[in-house]
């Protein structure tokens, strides 16, 4: 069903991150192999609404997060979307299907009495693991930026004396991202332990033990490691790390277009959720506070 040729376009001309396009490949393949098992469907000019929705009641049955149910709605509209602008089909069956409301989900983040327990008062490893586990949180931290972005870096993209890093994001857009004087000393004594280690030829700032380019399990299992000695939430992820970023940030009274720069998001919205933590806030005080306000 142009399955490979929808993946080509996506990595070639929209520029998708590895991460993504694993992403989407799934979320295709498991509609795909559906609508085939079910329906004895091969060819897309087949597919209709009713196969679409057959498949979200079956992944609601199963009790598939409705967020999860969006996200594979939304490589189905891109599928089809670039199916009938190459002229695989005429219609486009997305059209007729209703897309499961999510209820708002505020972001999970680690407070910032907690980053500070594991900045200021861990004791970290000795030698280049310790250093290089402190740079990955710092950098995570200090930046807001993705997992995929910070694998992304090389050397060349630091720039030491004006302390910005230049970040690729999303859809390869590229943007400059400062750093303070903390990060400034972690990257200067880094990438001095990281000339005793790294292989010739590897072009990654994060390196293993080993010296090889480090790799998003990695980064996750560093990233988990250490927020599960300061912290209990269920989520310790990098990207906890960029949301803890962008919620300290928005509850310290940082402009709102600031924080979307930083963050590397495309539009506003995106960056609006981080305001709801802080209302929340608001509203706890207010209810606790207030002689009015009890619940």
Avoid: C
């Avoid at 679409?52 to 609601?60: D, E, N, P, T």
């Avoid at 407070?111 to 327990?117: L, S, V």
């Avoid at 586990?133 to 997992?147: A, K």
């Amino acid at each position: 069903m142009y399955e490979s040729t929808f993946l080509h376009y996506l990595q070639y001309e929209k520029r998708f991150s590895p991460h993504t396009l694993t992403a989407y490949k799934s979320d295709l393949h498991q509609f795909l192999t559906f609508v085939s098992d079910q329906f004895n469907l091969s060819e897309p000019r087949g597919v209709t609404h009713q196969h679409v929705r057959a498949w979200v009641i079956q992944l609601l049955g199963n009790d598939v997060a409705v967020t999860s149910v969006r996200r594979k709605l939304s490589v189905l509209k891109t599928y089809f979307r670039f199916l009938l602008k190459q002229e695989h089909i005429t219609v486009n069956p997305m059209q007729k299907v209703l897309v499961p409301k999510a209820g708002k989900r505020l972001p999970v983040y680690v407070p910032e009495q907690a980053m500070h327990q594991l900045l200021q008062q861990l004791e970290w490893p000795e030698g280049f693991p310790g250093i290089r586990d402190r740079l990955i949180i710092d950098l995570l931290y200090h930046t807001g930026m993705r997992r995929a972005e910070l694998l992304g870096l090389t050397l060349s993209d630091i720039q030491l004396k004006n302390r910005l890093l230049r970040v690729m994001g999303k859809g390869q857009k590229e943007r400059l991202v400062p750093y303070g004087p903390v990060l400034s000393e972690g990257l200067n004594a880094y990438i001095d332990a990281r000339r005793e280690v790294a292989e010739p030829g590897v072009q990654s700032l994060i390196v293993t033990d080993k010296g090889q380019a480090a790799y998003p399990r990695y980064i996750y299992g560093v990233v988990h490691r250490y927020l599960s000695m300061v912290t209990t939430i269920e989520k310790r992820s990098p990207h906890v790390l960029r949301h803890s970023f962008a919620t300290h940030l928005s509850d310290s009274g940082a402009d709102l277009n600031a924080v979307k720069e930083l963050l590397g998001h495309a539009n506003l919205a995106a960056t609006q959720i981080y305001t709801h933590n802080s209302i929340e806030k608001l509203k706890n005080v207010y209810h606790q506070a207030h002689p009015k306000g009890k619940k």
